[in-house]
């Protein structure tokens, strides 16, 4: 039915009849050097890893996946975030057992797109592999902007204070997670958060890089 009402294209380029096609995945995989080091403009003191650029059809599947409610990019996503954890894992950069947290996002805009895509793309990520959970610690406050289009003075005035730590806090080793590091500012007010909780962050995880 959703076929009906909805052209069938791809999440990533737009190619007719297809909701994922075979090039976009192949864009999407992970190379054997991926994740690489990424050094943002602001440091978050902990490494940061990034799967790929944001650009061509990664970029536009994160996108569409936030912006369209396009659900079915969840899963190629996943399949690529699953690969940079079991590469950081193999890596010897963090261990099990581990906790991923997903970078804060706004309530709000939660709620437009129907949940938090980055809590999704998480748990499909790793569902089934007995040491490792996800935990969405953290929260942004009220009053925070949507940061897109800031520069980084001004993404770190609107960041700053607004990241908290809601419920338990994770008690393993974290990874926080994210679908995009810009300027870093997000990255490090939650990894300042959860190590004022006593939290071990050991990396900073996303799936693209500008």
């Not at 804060?104 to 790793?126: E, F, I, N």
């Amino acid at each position: 039915m959703l076929d009906l009402i909805l052209p069938l294209e791809c999440g990533g380029c737009g190619a007719p009849s297809t909701r994922w096609c075979e090039a976009c995945a192949l864009e999407l995989a992970v190379r054997p050097d991926e994740p690489h080091v990424v050094n943002p403009r602001v440091d978050p003191e902990a490494p940061v890893f990034a799967l790929g650029r944001y650009a061509g059809a990664r970029r536009r599947a994160i996108l569409t996946l936030k912006e369209n409610g396009r659900g079915d990019l969840v899963a190629p996503l996943a399949l690529a975030l699953a690969v940079g954890v079991y590469r950081l894992l193999t890596w010897g950069m963090v261990e099990t057992p581990l906790t991923i947290v997903p970078a804060p996002t706004r309530r709000s805009a939660a709620r437009r797109r129907g949940g938090d895509p980055v809590t999704r793309v998480a748990r499909a990520a790793v569902a089934g592999h007995p040491d490792i959970t996800v935990a969405p610690a953290l929260r942004m406050k009220a009053l925070a902007r949507d940061s897109v289009g800031l520069g980084t003075s001004a993404r770190e005035r609107n960041i700053a204070g607004r990241v908290v730590l809601r419920g338990r806090r994770p008690g393993t080793e974290v990874v926080v997670v994210d679908d995009v590091v810009t300027t870093g500012t997000t990255a490090r007010e939650s990894v300042r958060i959860l190590r004022a909780a006593g939290v071990r962050v050991a990396a900073v995880l996303a799936i693209a890089a500008t």
